[in-house]
């Protein structure tokens, strides 16, 4: 009773944002207070998915499966963008742990002009070369032909969400993690609005069938990205950019790259082993895509909350190394690893049981179903195990030590999944159930691996 009096009391107090020192007082306020908002945006980054899948359904297994194709590369994109907003992060969570919020600014410039650098080479592949990244994802001359404008524009207009992750980066780094939450509240009402306009059509506005979700979406992205940039000017937040601060500064730009290439490597090694995992799947027909496509938005939907819980914990280290409290750093860690896995352990057992329930919602084609109901149950089988993986790895980056993650995700991933993952579908005859097993089995490894060499200790001792 006493708990939930507390939940009721600091909840305003945490979607409010007020200016908070977490590296004082009680530790499970802290979580609480940074993880609230942290959750809310994340569900909201993942409703984007949800949103795309639930209007685009109704044109057909091909548009889904275009959905799924493109979202897969867009992983990529994902990778950098997450990558580096782990070292915006860390910095900028370490600045404010030192109290030179002036640092922590600039550090916000260098990983803005970095951001803008990176997204336009993506854009000039994805404009000049759409049917021919379609085509090597293993879609079918149909799919490429009616899908091949959605990936064209996402992929074009890809520093929407370059910026959005690394912005929101600085936000919580600084401890303002309400202010990433609006953000991406904003955002996704209007995505909600625009997406049955453009790929339904309405008024003067032609229906642009699956491409009109893209359209929708850049949008809706887009439009997060310029609120971002005018709390940052206006200095709606901790972190105020003045003009003088517009400057290229090769120090600060240098030690970005430096503490975000680890971030970058391990996102890169675990979603391309998510791409190759998507083209195994296409082998087996776009029915199977596409009940895997819906099942992977809906997970999306629960590992992005679990996922802001660990940005939390990222957050808790970083700021509390700056303020050279090692101890009440680790100890931010295990609790943000028990809250979150007494979390997944209730979704993992809503989705063993509702999954069919949950896949009519977005179809009604029997074999997709049927194939993203299993991939929705072996998947979540493995949820304890992702909710102290996600926590432990971001406890890492939180520190500056994305080197270790790094390693962790090239063996798990590339030395295990991806040959488990083609020789049980492929060789043994597993199908998609061989995929899927390789998926859980490699989230396991990661948990036990993270929390072993968590352990150690090591990551107390590395400067940013």
């Not at 904003?186 to 642009?208: Q, W």
């Not at 790094?406 to 999944?417: A, G």
């Amino acid at each position: 009773m006493e708990t939930l009096k507390k939940i009721f009391r600091y909840l305003p107090q945490a979607v409010a944002g007020k200016e908070q020192d977490f590296t004082s007082g009680s530790i499970r306020k802290a979580i609480f207070l940074l993880s609230v908002p942290m959750v809310l945006e994340m569900m909201m980054e993942s409703v984007f998915f949800l949103v795309d899948a639930y209007f685009v359904s109704s044109l057909g297994a091909n548009a889904i499966a275009t959905v799924g194709l493109t979202e897969s590369v867009l992983t990529l994109v994902y990778a950098i963008a997450i990558g580096l907003s782990m070292g915006v992060t860390a910095i900028v969570a370490r600045r404010i742990g030192e109290k030179n919020v002036p640092g922590a600014s600039k550090a916000a410039v260098q990983s803005i002009f970095l951001g803008i650098v990176l997204a336009a080479l993506v854009s000039v592949i994805g404009i000049i070369f759409p049917k021919e990244i379609l085509g090597l994802m293993g879609g079918e001359p149909e799919l490429i032909a009616q899908g091949y404008g959605y990936t064209q524009i996402l992929l074009g207009g890809n520093v929407t969400i370059m910026l959005l992750f690394i912005i929101n980066a600085i936000f919580r780094g600084a401890g303002d993690a309400s202010v990433a939450m609006k953000v991406l509240i904003f955002s996704n009402l209007l995505n909600i609005i625009l997406d049955p306009m453009f790929i339904f059509g309405f008024g003067p506005i032609p229906a642009f069938g699956v491409k009109g979700a893209a359209i929708a979406t850049t949008i809706g992205r887009g439009s997060a990205v310029i609120l971002q940039l005018v709390i940052l000017f206006y200095g709606w937040s901790r972190i105020k950019v003045r003009l003088k601060d517009i400057v290229f500064r090769a120090g600060i730009m240098l030690n970005l790259i430096r503490v975000s290439l680890g971030g970058i490597g391990q996102f890169i090694i675990g979603t391309s082993s998510w791409v190759f995992l998507m083209r195994i799947m296409a082998e087996f027909g776009s029915e199977v895509l596409a009940g895997y496509t819906i099942a992977i938005r809906v997970l999306m939907f629960t590992l992005m909350p679990s996922w802001g819980m660990s940005n939390a914990a990222a957050t808790l280290v970083g700021q509390n190394l700056g303020a050279e409290k090692p101890e009440r750093a680790e100890t931010s860690v295990w609790k943000t690893g028990k809250y979150n896995a007494w979390f997944m352990a209730a979704v993992s057992i809503f989705y063993l049981i509702c999954a069919e329930m949950i896949l009519k919602i977005f179809s009604y084609d029997p074999s997709v179903i049927e194939n993203g109901a299993l991939s929705l149950r072996i998947i979540a089988a493995g949820y304890v195990f992702y909710a102290y993986g996600m926590v432990i790895i971001q406890a890492f980056n939180g520190a500056g030590n994305t080197r270790t993650p790094t390693i962790i995700n090239f063996f798990c991933f590339w030395l295990f999944q991806l040959p488990f993952a083609y020789l049980a579908a492929i060789v043994f005859n597993w199908g998609v159930t061989g995929v899927l097993v390789a998926i859980t089995t490699a989230e396991v490894l990661i948990a036990v691996f993270g929390i072993v060499w968590f352990r150690k200790g090591k990551w107390k001792s590395v400067q940013v």
